[in-house]
Nanobody, 124 residues
Framework: QVQLVESGGGLVQAGGSLRLSCTASGRTFSNYGMGWVRQAPGKEREFVAGYTWSTSSTYYADSVKGRFTISGDNARNTVYLQMNSLRPEDTAVYYC?????????????????WGQGTQVTVSS
């Protein structure tokens, strides 16, 4: 079982930036991918970005491509989500989640560990 702890959410004005962190513990992650998933009020969960530990490869949803950057620090077992040019529609609870490599990033049922979530609010 993987334990995930997020931090870094908050309130920011449109156009601003925030950086989220997710620290993982509890097992080895060489065959895992880490994803950020968000859920806005009244909406379904939505995949945002993913990072594969073994290859350092990244993958983004079209809605955040060019604005968000995901990265990983293997020594700290921590994944970051740098969010720039934030928009009010980015307002959501952001969750860090882990899934075995090879499962589609967009298959949210394929993630086997989830963090508690961190609130991001973007004011207009």
């Amino acid at each position: 079982q993987v334990q995930l702890v997020e931090s870094g959410g908050g309130l920011v004005q449109a156009g601003g930036s925030l950086r989220l962190s997710c620290t993982a513990s509890g097992r080895t992650f060489s065959n895992y991918g880490m994803g950020w998933v968000r859920q806005a009020p009244g909406k379904e969960r939505e995949f945002v970005a993913g990072y594969t530990w073994s290859t350092s490869s990244t993958y983004y949803a079209d809605s955040v491509k060019g604005r968000f950057t995901i990265s990983g620090d293997n020594a700290r077992n921590t994944v970051y989500l740098q969010m720039n040019s934030l928009r009010p529609e980015d307002t959501a609870v952001y969750y860090c989640a882990a899934r075995v490599a090879g499962i589609s990033w967009h298959n949210l049922d394929g993630y086997d560990s989830w963090g508690q979530g961190t609130q991001v609010t973007v004011s207009s």
